[in-house]
T-cell receptor, first 112, second 111 residues
């Protein structure tokens, strides 16, 4: 298994759908992150979990709901999204909140 | 306001030339700095991590330097190859935990 695995790789959803993105890390790390990458913009940090507790939430709309059931798994639940939410969603992990970051391949989301 | 700037935004070089990519940051109170590579539509691949106490890190053809006093890091890629074509991003982790990314430099190495 590769270090950080994200599923699905591609997702198309309507504005009324509910879907979830999944991230799993096999590196033994204790911090996990969700980032949003839109075209021509720097990466935007959405959420940080450290030791399964949410330690950062960067003013993300409530239509994005994270869940971290254990240190190896992270979910991003999506509900009533807008077309401007279409982006590449990247999961990352690190050993502690100051360690080297390792990213997954991303989930490309398109909201119609 | 802490900012991370990468100049140039895009760079094209012929194969074999050395690449020099710049990353500047406004606040010198950094904990570490990390360089990444991103291929189109893919995730970020970690290239090098430099701790604030280090001046440089090397991995194969890659060498990254760090000068905290001037707020700069430079990534050198020796003898570039077409496979080095990608977007290169730097990320600065500040002492209080915040991690900030630059917008990246898009590199094209022509055969």
């Amino acid at each position: 298994e590769t270090g950080v695995t994200q599923t699905p790789r591609h997702l198309v959803m309507g504005m009324t759908n509910k879907k979830s993105l999944k991230c799993e890390q096999h590196l033994g790390h204790n911090a996990m992150y969700w980032y949003k990458q839109s075209a021509k913009k720097p990466l935007e940090l959405m959420f940080v979990y450290s030791l399964e507790e949410r330690v950062e939430n960067n003013s993300v709309p409530s239509r994005f709901s994270p869940e971290c059931p254990n240190s190896s798994h992270l979910f991003l639940h999506l509900h009533t999204l807008q077309p401007e939410d279409s982006a590449l969603y990247l999961c990352a992990s690190s050993q502690s909140e100051t360690g080297e970051l390792f990213f997954g391949e991303g989930s490309r989301l398109t909201v119609l | 306001k802490q900012e991370v700037t990468q100049i140039p935004a895009a760079l094209s070089v012929p194969e074999g030339e050395n690449l020099v990519l710049n990353c500047s940051f406004t606040d010198s109170a950094i904990y570490n700095l990390q360089w990444f590579r991103q291929d189109p539509g893919k995730g970020l691949t970690s290239l090098l991590l430099i701790q604030s106490s280090q001046r440089e890190q090397t991995s194969g053809r890659l060498n990254a330097s760090l000068d905290k006093s001037s707020g700069r890091s430079t990534l050198y890629i020796a003898a570039s190859q077409p496979g080095d074509s990608a977007t290169y991003l730097c990320a600065v982790r500040y002492s209080w935990g915040k991690l900030q990314f630059g917008a990246g430099t898009q590199v094209v190495v022509t055969p």
